[in-house]
Nanobody, 123 residues
Framework: QVQLEESGGGLVQAGGSVRLACAAS????????VGWFRQAPGKDREFVTG????????DGADSVKGRLTISRDNAKNTVYLEIYALKADDTAVYYC????????????????WGQGTQVIVSS
């Protein structure tokens, strides 16, 4: 069993950046691939990016490519997502999720989910 907790969301000005953290706890947490998803009101959950236990990055939505950095600190069982040059369209609830095995862009492939952290980008 793995528990995930996101943090770092809030109100951010357009053009700024935000750094989100996903802290994992539970047995073998560092062995999981972690994905970041986001969901804006009225829209489907969208895969942003992911990172395997070994640090391999999985690319996600074209809308954020080139504007983000994902990293993980296995000693702290924490995955970080930083998004730069924020736009109003980045406003969403951001979720991290974990699964064993390779990364996936499909929400159903993930076993564990955090509660989400809201990011609001103001223009």
């Amino acid at each position: 069993q793995v528990q995930l907790e996101e943090s770092g969301g809030g109100l951010v000005q357009a053009g700024g950046s935000v750094r989100l953290a996903c802290a994992a706890s539970g047995s073998g947490a560092s062995a999981y691939t972690v994905g970041w998803f986001r969901q804006a009101p009225g829209k489907d959950r969208e895969f942003v990016t992911g990172i395997s236990w070994s640090g391999e990055v999985i690319d996600g939505a074209d809308s954020v490519k080139g504007r983000l950095t994902i990293s993980r600190d296995n000693a702290k069982n924490t995955v970080y997502l930083e998004i730069y040059a924020l736009k109003a369209d980045d406003t969403a609830v951001y979720y991290c999720a974990a699964r064993l095995g390779m990364g996936s862009a499909f929400p159903n492939a993930y076993t564990y989910w955090g509660q989400g952290t809201q990011v609001i980008v103001s223009s």
